[in-house]
């Protein structure tokens, strides 16, 4: 087992200082300070998989190979508890969930809506981060620092945290977390063990005595003081503001666009018409007045109402969001409300969703799987499910409700420059008619609430039914608009309304959005409210500074329009005409056959189908058990190779070969044979090695086994078969001596490793003999 100095120990420590200082800027996007513990859990599993790797004097491939291992048996606890057997052991969905995390988290963290939840596998980035920081820095601290104490060496180490550290800033928000205390205490560690290490190179070098070190690592010191001093004070005057911050989320557009899905104004009167009396969903936790939000609509192309892209939304748009939702930039939010949702007839896309939401659970099985399609946009308080629901979906979720002011307490209150796509082909009626409801109005909300009360006194209501006294056309593009304003009476339902009222309020230069939902009739106390399809409803809402988006209600009441008076025409008697004979045969034509296809689905011959829990079963045992046992089994094929070519040889070098098998047994054990050295040095210093280890009985085979073969390889004579069978039996004989008494673990790592101690000793030989090496040994054996 190799040494490792206590310089080395606490070298390993400053890098794992520098590392947690560094992931600390993860907090902006994960909220909290859970991620800490996949962070510290990384840094564990790779230091110990470094520092293990040095003590058994492991390959560098060996080294990562088992810090892989570690990786994924030991990170289910640290990263994703709820997805392991009992927390702590690994399952196929932990295990899968740590390699998605390392492959795909890095690109969903900077599209998912902070703070960051969902997917479950996202949680892995903060911990396969710091793993990978520290399993590379430690090897670099154990194996290649210490040939050379160089500054410059120990300055490469720094380049992991600083990279870490920079991760940190780019996957993180423009609201940095705690900037100036870590970067100064990252600046002061980095320093002053930069200079210790100057210091410790100078007493290395006998360049002086103890009052030159002294002098030269508090000179070092005080530079570092001035730099740290310097840099607080430049870095509180010339940092960039928040809004100036470079962060990947605000240049990365996420892959979600609201647009795929057809615009839900388009389908209002499909629940007028068609689900008028069907109940959609349940809900409880409403209080009276409240309305269901199911989707803001702030881009208008002449033809439809239509959601805003992710380029063109104010917060960027719809982002994978976890358990916890993030919260309005502008609002002013009030009294809680505690909503349960179970779908019914509802079939589409858009959640119905009641205030500003604040957290969400999707409680049933069905749902919760696809808790990675959901989308939520904190600005207009909606929430998209992309695979849609099914009837019995459910899903919890707790919010806030903004709070709506009084039109006084708005009268010196500005809207809110909130900059939203430029609506396309509006008609100039639309403008003409803003203007003249709003013209003697002072006030922004004067003027808002005048257009609200016109739309609302002079317009009548229909939905088109067959009940309704004049019917009203569907659609709300600019040609229903213009139909809208100059009949003579204004007929329509909510989505023209709002549409006009929202397009009006824009003309005027105020930014507004039209919100579709419900508005169920809810009673004190109530429990649980069937939403039917008639209960839908659209209305307007404009932001105010420092207020939030206000509702408006644009929508008349009024159902009774008043009946234009037209003289009926004068009836005129036509002249009569001979129809001609009926053709029977052309109902017949217009007939065609249909074939109905009634074969059963099932097949009876398909092939027995394996159940999905022994896929799980096997995973979860077949790949940790593969990650253990595979580098064992090519380690012993390369082994049992190795034997083979040894021992098919011939003759003396057959002999050799036991020896220089027997001494690599060893080395795979932990032991410390030297590259040059006849056999009975090496088999002496192996002897003494077991010794101090205790294991000295077990080891007093080597001396007569090297003497032996010794005997063999420079006697001159020709080696008999069955002599190279006792020479190989009496070295296998030893090992398994040795391997019994060095203990279980010890022969567990072994078969791990394979020395190549006896091909680097050969090489080192010819060096030191020359040319010519091989006709010495033979005139040797000859003179014998």
Known sequence: MNRIPGRSYADLGVLSALSLLAVLGYETSFGDADFLLAAVGGLLVGTAAAVAGSLFRLSVLNTVLVGLAAYFLLGTPFTMPAEGIVFVLPSLASLSGLALGAVYGWADIVTIGTPVEAPYYVAAVPYVATWVVSLVGGMLVLRWLPKRRSVLRAAVLLVGPIVLYVSGILLGTDEAFLAAVRGIAFAVIALLWLASRRGGNIATEGQGDRRLVVRRVGGATAVVGGAVVIGAVAGLAWAPAASDRFVLREEVVPPFDAREFPSPLAGFRHYTKDLVEEPVFSITGLEPGDRIRLASMDAYTGRLYTVAGPEDAVDGGYAIVGETLPQPALADLGSGRAIDVEVLGYDDVWMPMVGYGD??????????????????????????????????????????????????????????????????????????????????????????????????????????????????????????????????????????????????????????????????????????????????????????????????????????????????????????VRQPPRNEAVEDDLLSTVEIDETDEDDPDRPFQIPGWVWVTAGSVGIPLAIIFLPMLFVALAKRGRRRRRFGAGGDRSAAGAWEEIVDRYAELGFEPPARGSRRQIAGVLERQAGEQGLGEQARTLTPLAIAVDDDVFSGRDVADETVRQRWSEADAAAAAIAAATGRFRRFVSRYRISKRARAARKARRRSEGPGSGDRRTDRRDSR
């Open 359 to 576: 957290r969400m659970r999707l409680v049933d099985a069905g749902t919760a799987e696809q808790s990675g399609d959901l989308r939520y946009s904190a600005d207009t308080g909606t929430a998209v499910l992309t695979s849609g629901f099914g009837e019995g979906a459910r899903y919890e979720f707790t919010a806030k409700m903004q709070r709506v002011p009084d039109d006084e307490e708005l009268i010196d209150t500005p809207v809110a420059l909130v900059e939203l796509p430029a609506a396309e082909d509006v008609p100039d009626v639309v403008t003409a008619k803003a203007e003249e409801y709003a013209a003697d109005q002072p006030s922004a909300i004067e003027q808002i609430r005048a257009i609200e009360q016109g739309l609302k006194t002079n317009g009548f209501l229909s939905h088109g039914l067959a009940s309704d006294s004049v019917p009203s056309r569907a659609g709300h593009g600019a040609d229903r608009l213009i139909e809208l304003f100059t009949r003579s009476e204004m007929v329509g339902d909510e989505e023209q309304y709002a549409t006009a009222m929202a397009l009006m309020v824009r003309s005027l230069g105020y930014p507004a959005r039209v919100v579709m939902g419900f508005a169920p009739e809810v009673s004190e106390g109530a429990d649980e409210v069937e939403v039917l399809g008639g209960d839908v409803t659209a209305w307007v809402e404009v932001p105010f500074e420092g207020v939030g988006w206000i509702p408006f209600v644009p929508t008349p009441e009024q159902v009774d329009v008043p009946q234009e008076q037209t003289p009926r025409p004068k009836s005129e008697p036509q002249p009569q």
